[in-house]
């Protein structure tokens, strides 16, 4: 992505404008799915190798490709790009406007390989038909075949597959309660891996007999498989008296349909199988491997912010918690670096990575950047030479067209010449219009890529 495209016109014309939007890109572009893909792939005619495995092609008889997410389309683009004559056929379930600039009636095709868009956050009709479909082809599948599976981040929504007696608005309705009350994405997928056919492992037992490989971007702090995307390839710890703690932890249980509770109970009382565990056969011939994490953006950043003349710090790549009080944290330490030089003199770039959550209590637009940013905007007043930037690496924060937003040490008086407090905005979950106000949200579109969120702190 070219750096130009991150920032708004306002924030490209600052002095600092041009260095943050670089370390931005070269972030995003460290984590760029289809180079990824091009790592861990390599074929030398009949040799295979796929992130260290080996696979002997005159062996195998068909491949192939499944998967869901927001990286779908570069992976695929890729794959095809490295096995095309030899892909069967393949359908990756992505979030709406991620299959590309070739997409018609809601597909893009790459060969023989169908990218098929679907509803994220809230799943939808047409995730569910992509499920049924991918179901079918996994039923294809032999002793003989190799599936490959392509899995980033978001693919829980938009592949959802209900168990027999929960409806898609049932899930629909789960979903909205879990974002509402700042779950956490464990316990969210936690709750779907026991909802849905293809999670926690179904879509392993699928494949099977076949040999399966599957390339994941991680969007989950520490990259626990069994977490990102539901776990769709790996087995999974949890329980069905894990996924009811998270109702009552969370509160939701007079908010959650009647179908769900029903089901969860005949899962507790031992009338429903579980999920499947480590000892399960699916897992015998499964092959998983994370490509690409936050860790790599992370790094990238850091190494562009030294070539900019910037000294940088690693924070943490576990950020996590409320996204308000994260982004009081974050500007507090900014403010340190500008009083005392610590942890780092100036000029230096302090960068932290993961992703937090949002509690909502009011009904404005946002995201969890935008109110990361929107918390730090009253620790960072008056601040020179200071910019603190919240991204999401896919582009989308929340339900918004934007991937995050900038603070300065100008952003507090800037809004009050117009009216604005930012304590009202925080208040009402409102960080987008406070930022749209000041044409301060980062604007970069879909990168088609998904590795959790940045938080980067610079300090000129």
């Not at 629909?172 to 779907?192: M, P, V």
């Not at 000892?279 to 491997?289: L, M, T």
């Not at 500007?331 to 500008?338: C, S």
Request: one cysteine or more; aromatic letters at 4%.
């Amino acid at each position: 992505m070219h750096p130009s495209r991150l920032l708004s016109e306002h924030s490209r014309c600052q002095a600092w404008g041009e260095p943050v939007a670089r370390v931005l890109a070269a972030a995003l572009q460290a984590v760029d799915p289809a180079q990824a893909v091009q790592r861990a792939v390599q074929r030398d005619g009949q040799r295979l190798v796929i992130a260290g495995q080996e696979y002997n092609l005159e062996s195998i008889r068909r491949i192939w490709v499944v998967g869901a997410g927001k990286a779908g389309a570069p992976m695929a683009s890729a794959l095809d790009g490295i096995l095309s004559d030899r892909i069967q056929a393949g359908l990756v379930s992505v979030k709406q406007g991620y299959a590309g600039p070739q997409v018609r009636d809601g597909s893009a095709w790459f060969g023989c390989i169908e990218v098929a868009e679907a509803g994220h956050p809230i799943p939808d009709g047409r995730g569910v038909a992509n499920s049924e479909r991918i179901s079918r082809l996994l039923d294809e599948a032999q002793a003989d075949d190799l599936v490959i599976c392509l899995v980033s981040g978001g693919g829980s929504a938009v592949l959802p597959a209900p168990v027999p007696g929960v409806s898609l608005s049932d899930l629909q309705a789960l979903t909205a309660a879990l974002l509402a009350c700042g779950a956490a994405i464990q316990e969210i997928n936690t709750l779907r891996k026991h909802l849905d056919r293809l999670k926690g492992g179904g879509m392993a037992r699928l494949a099977c007999p076949a040999q399966l490989a599957a390339l994941i971007l991680s969007d989950v702090v520490g990259d626990p498989l069994e977490v990102i995307a539901s776990g769709l390839t790996v087995p999974d710890p949890t329980t069905f008296q894990d996924a009811w703690q998270v109702l009552e932890r969370r509160e939701i249980l007079d908010r959650t349909p009647l179908p769900i509770l029903e089901h969860l109970r005949q899962g507790r009382a031992g009338l429903i199988p579980d999920t499947p565990k480590p000892d399960d056969p699916a897992f015998a011939r499964v092959h998983n491997q994370v490509i690409a994490s936050n860790q790599h953006a992370v790094r990238a950043a850091m190494a562009q912010a030294q070539a900019e003349g910037l000294e940088p710090l690693l924070l943490t790549t576990f950020l996590q918690g409320e996204a308000r009080q994260a982004g009081q944290f974050l500007g507090e330490l900014a403010r340190q670096v500008a009083a005392s030089g610590e942890p780092r003199r100036r000029p230096c770039c302090l960068v932290a990575g993961g992703e937090t959550t949002v509690t909502l209590r009011g009904d404005g637009l946002g995201g969890r950047n935008q109110e990361l940013a929107l918390g730090a905007v009253r620790e960072l007043d008056g601040l020179e030479n200071v910019v603190l930037a919240a991204m999401a690496t896919d582009g989308g924060d929340g339900p918004t067209d934007a991937a995050g937003a900038l603070v300065s040490g100008q952003t507090l008086r800037r809004a009050r010449s117009l009216g604005l407090e930012a304590d009202d905005f925080l208040q009402r979950n409102d960080a987008y219009h406070f930022f749209q106000a000041l044409g301060d949200l980062l604007l970069p579109g879909p990168t088609q890529t998904n590795v959790n969120d940045l938080a980067l702190i610079f300090a000129f």
